[in-house]
């Protein structure tokens, strides 16, 4: 079950993470993402160590550290 996260507006965000490599150096770094949409790339809960935090202006869902 993908993790959703309700927003002030009521609007549901689902928890999304993608691998990409990066050009500078090559490596491989998760990236978290949030979508309007379940996909496969959902996750099931929160990352350790992170905690879903929303922007007070627009409404949407980011990660920050705990």
């Known amino acids: 079950m993908a ?8 609007q549901t965000y689902y928890l999304n993470s993608k691998d990409v490599t990066l050009k500078s150096t090559g ?3 998760t990236i978290y993402f949030f979508s309007k949409d379940k996909r496969s790339t959902a996750l099931d809960s929160v990352p350790a160590g992170k905690k879903v935090v929303e922007n007070e202006r627009t409404g949407l869902p980011f990660l920050k550290k705990a």
């Open 27 to 29: 490596r491989v770094q």
């Open 3 to 10: 993790f959703s996260h309700t927003n002030s507006k009521g």
